[in-house]
């Protein structure tokens, strides 16, 4: 089974890029993950994508060792973008490419595939909900279908990553400041196994 036809999956449903590495040169830091207590992010212990409901780095290290290969997807976004309420829309959408190219890879033999997105899906798809189901115990999660656990809980430095697939790991900047033409990007991993 061809990876080539994940990347084209992933190229059709609108990323600006896709890319195939080795899933062993995923840097995971604990020091990131630690960037996601109840004192340093807003959306911690909101939903079961999040800390301290993951695993963390210890447990993506587990799961990274029984896979070879990572797809890597970005979308590049303007900066004014990231910057406003629209976020939550490209997240979005980062989290729906990263969960049909994972149930693309299944329907493809790759079964135990696994999808990661950035930003918390409380707030991309539940924000209008007071609570997590998942963590309330009420009932199963509202969108199976689309979210998909935080990179940062897992301490997956989602910069290095992108440079391993190729592209900058940088916003793209012009004439060294921050306008309405410099960009950045959003980006989510599917381990392929």
């Known amino acids: 089974m061809s990876l080539e036809k994940l990347i084209n999956t992933a ?5 600006s890029d896709a890319a195939v590495i080795s899933a062993q040169d995923i840097k995971v830091q604990d020091e990131l993950a630690a960037l996601c207590t109840d004192s340093r992010c807003e959306n911690y212990g909101l939903s079961a994508g999040c800390p301290p409901f993951v ?22 976004v303007p900066l004014e973008i990231l910057m406003a309420n629209q976020v939550y829309e490209i997240m979005k959408i980062v ?4 969960a049909y190219v994972e149930s693309s890879a299944v329907k493809m033999g790759y079964t135990r595939s696994k999808a990661f997105a950035g930003g918390s899906c409380k707030k991309i798809f539940c924000h209008e909900y007071r609570d997590c189901c998942v963590i309330s115990k009420k009932d199963r999660c509202r969108n199976p279908e689309s979210a998909r656990a935080s990179m940062s809980g ?3 430095n989602v910069a290095e990553m ?6 900058s790991g940088t916003s793209i900047v012009k004439d060294g400041e921050t306008s309405t033409d410099s960009m950045s990007w959003v980006a989510g991993m599917v381990l392929v196994g």
């Open 55 to 76: 695993s963390g780095p210890s447990g993506f290290r587990k799961i990274q060792k029984k896979f070879n290969h990572a797809l890597v997807i970005k979308i590049d």
């Open 95 to 98: 989290h729906e490419i990263a």
């Open 162 to 167: 992108l440079k391993t697939a190729g592209w």
């Open 11 to 15: 190229l059709e449903s609108g990323v």
């Open 154 to 156: 897992f301490g997956i």
